[in-house]
């Protein structure tokens, strides 16, 4: 897997200091992880690219194979929503429907008026991959630190392999 994650973690460099790339990637992601030493199985026909932006954030819900490696990544929020999601088809309609309804019904909690969230649902043919926010240019705006401070960890600060797993789950079954 070290071998895998240092494809991952070029792609990501590559993808956050190169936006003329970035933008190939996010338009036909399929040749450039090919590129970059992916397989890409014949039988996934979609790939769609969602970029994290300062106030807005993207989550996957995975298929089921690829839960437990998928929520090694996410915060215990999103892993409980995710979890909920996965275990209840109206619930998982609201979320995709409408993040902030469903983020309320799962956490008791509103989101701050200026943060976005969308979720994506995983299938066997299309699967979702997110552009995460370079940690070294990351920078919370007052919304994001309240959130912290109350304990809604939605935010990822710095980590030292940022999103890897969730770009690892297309080549792995």
Known sequence: MTKEINFYKLLLERIWSDEQFKNCFIADPKPILCEFGVKVPKF???????E?????RNYILPIK???ERYMEE???IIAQVIRQALADNAFKAKLLQNPNTGM????GED????????????????RHLV??????????????????????????????????????AIDKF
């Open 104 to 107: 309320k019904e799962a956490t």
């Open 131 to 168: 552009i995460p926010i370079n940690p070294d240019n990351q920078q919370l705006n007052d919304s994001q630190l309240d959130m912290v401070a109350g304990g809604i960890a939605f935010p990822i600060l710095k980590q030292p392999q940022p999103y890897i797993l969730g770009l690892i």
């Open 44 to 50: 996934l026909k979609q790939i769609e690219v969602h």
């Open 65 to 67: 194979e690829q839960l």
């Open 74 to 76: 996410q915060n215990p």
């Open 111 to 126: 989101l701050p008026k200026d943060l976005t969230i969308c979720f994506y649902e995983d299938t066997l043919t299309v």
């Open 52 to 56: 994290d932006r300062p106030k807005l």
